[in-house]
């Protein structure tokens, strides 16, 4: 038993001063001197391997041994199979030096055997080695308990189920996963200071064809309890393994205090919906940003539940509005839209970024052909998912874009095309959906929306009707927009309006008069056209 958990080394034992003035030399297990030392025994009894269980450094003067070598052999082996730490003779009467059956077996056993040439007062290197003991305890303690007060403050200010996991894994330096109890994957999160070839999804798709044989003697696993009546609940596990740096008896403290922060949060608000589709959204977000590779995204895809067929990949990417928080109830949420997506009837991967309000989506499409009729479907399962999860009360409906369809690598940088201009979207005229390919003008507006030539080009260009409308009546702006809108056939607009061609003729007159521009012009129209989408991002 080379780890006990929880105490010191017998190389650190044998460095305190009440060994070290008894002058230890190790005469046996020379290369098991880091075997842990649980506690410290003190004993003469031949039968005193029965009174020990495991981990302990046994001090002695060698009176039980026996004179008979069999008896010293049985004597070494029985401590030997008790798994104790070490055995330190004390050389004095009863031995002068330690007989060779004794070294031998003890050799043979892989014990550390210690003889002291010096007498030492037992009494007190059990003090000290146990006070070494308890300080060690101590700041074990200390060190998970700084954990479970980061996972607090994280979660006091605002942060969920995914940051806490972040910061067990960052002090593991291990991947760390939440799973269901019958071991469905929930959330996988990485460590910043691990091996950055240990991505989390891989490491869970290996783990995942070992699981009939039990959790790999790597791994702590910890249950997170809460799962309905009775004290042997279990709502999930939390699962570490030591794929980046070895696993410490410190690892597996932070990780039940870690569970015991889980089963509040997942108990008070049912977060196992969100929790797996903020999983999904991170993957989507790791594949929009290029973080996956379009060699690993399938694999790691189908971790997430992800499978399908040979047809393109289309990448569609939601915004909600402005004023929806990043708390709100983002599980009913994920679980309203997985739902309505069902009866699309094509195999959807589907996550959310509450932060950046976005629900992205990569759908599964058997041939381009179906890209209009599945991106219908899907955008009214989305709206119809924000409606019934109480998000669209912020005002301005969501904005769905749907990007190009294609392949892994094709799908990456659509997502991420689909997710800027999801963000650009929002304030353009109500649409069931739009297509990313035509709002790249939009887009690129959008980009640069805190430049200030783009500012001072929408004042010149319409600045006067800005000013018009902020003191006059009827407003000038609404009408140049509806006018454009319909490419300056004056009968749309009037009809659109509710106006009669006079009234409409005289509005445009003004127009014209106050911006000292002409309305017929291909070129004005143009560049009112482009200050009227800009002032969407400047204002």
């Not at 105490?7 to 034992?13: D, E, K, L, N």
């Not at 200390?142 to 954990?147: H, K, L």
């Not at 919906?273 to 290029?290: I, K, N, P, S, V």
Request: charge should be neutral; glycine fraction near 10%.
């Amino acid at each position: 038993m080379d780890n006990q958990g929880g105490g010191i080394t017998v190389q650190r034992a044998l460095e305190l001063p009440g060994l070290r003035g008894g002058l230890p030399e190790v005469v046996a297990g020379a290369d098991r001197l880091g075997r842990t030392v649980r506690w410290v025994h003190a004993g003469e009894v031949p039968n005193i391997a029965s009174l020990l269980k495991g981990g302990e450094l046994l001090l002695t003067t060698g009176l039980g041994l026996g004179t008979r070598p069999a008896e010293q052999r049985a004597f070494v082996r029985r401590l030997a199979e008790r798994g104790i730490a070490a055995l330190v003779v004390e050389l004095g009467p009863r031995f002068t030096r330690l007989p060779a059956t004794i070294v031998e077996t003890a050799r043979a056993a892989g014990l550390p055997l210690v003889q002291l040439h010096r007498e030492v007062p037992f009494v007190a290197v059990t003090e000290e080695v146990h006070t070494e003991i308890v300080n060690g305890h101590y700041a074990l303690l200390q060190r998970a308990e700084e954990v479970h007060r980061r996972c607090t403050q994280a979660l006091l200010g605002g942060g969920g189920i995914p940051q806490v996991l972040r910061i067990l894994a960052d002090f593991t330096a291990n991947p760390v996963f939440l799973e269901t109890p019958d071991g469905q994957l929930l959330y996988a999160a990485g460590s910043a200071s691990g091996d950055a070839a240990a991505d989390p999804l891989q490491v869970w798709e290996g783990l995942r064809g070992h699981q009939a044989e039990g959790p790999p003697s790597n791994a702590v696993v910890v249950d997170v309890p809460g799962g309905g009546p009775g004290p042997g609940s279990v709502r999930a596990r939390l699962v570490l393994l030591g794929v980046s740096a070895p696993l410490a008896p410190v690892h597996r403290m932070a990780a039940e205090r870690t569970a015991g922060v889980l089963a509040v949060v997942l108990m008070q608000a049912r977060q196992e919906e969100e929790l797996a589709a903020r999983g999904r959204g991170d993957f989507l977000t790791d594949l929009a940003e290029g973080r996956i590779s379009a060699e690993d995204a399938p694999a790691q895809a189908r971790v997430l539940g992800f499978k399908p067929g040979s047809g393109p990949l289309l990448p569609v990417v939601m915004r909600l509005a402005a004023g929806v928080a990043p708390g709100g109830n983002w599980s009913v949420l994920a679980r309203a839209v997985s739902e309505e997506l069902s009866a699309v009837g094509v195999p959807v991967l589907l996550g959310v970024r509450p932060v950046e309000g976005r629900v992205p989506l990569l759908v599964a499409l058997r041939a381009e052909t179906e890209r209009v009729s599945v991106a219908d479907r899907v955008a009214a399962a989305l709206r119809a998912g924000v409606e019934r999860a109480g998000l669209d009360r912020a005002g301005a409906p969501p904005a769905v874009v749907v990007g190009v369809a294609g392949g892994w690598a094709a799908a990456s940088s659509g997502l991420r095309h689909a997710a800027e201009t999801a963000t650009a979207a929002q304030g353009l005229p109500g649409r069931p959906w739009y297509d990313a390919r035509r709002l790249d003008i939009d887009l690129l507006l959008w980009r640069l929306r805190e430049h200030p030539d783009l500012a001072a080009f929408v004042d010149r260009a319409i600045g006067a009707l800005r000013t018009h409308d902020q003191t006059s009546r009827p407003p000038l702006l609404p009408t140049l927009e509806t006018y454009l809108a319909h490419a300056g056939r004056k009968a749309e607009t009037a009809r659109e309006l509710h106006l009669n061609r006079q009234t409409l003729y005289n509005r445009l007159a003004r127009i014209s008069e106050l911006l000292g521009t002409d309305l017929d012009d291909p070129e004005t129209v143009l560049s009112l056209s482009l200050a009227l989408r800009a002032r969407r991002h400047t204002s």
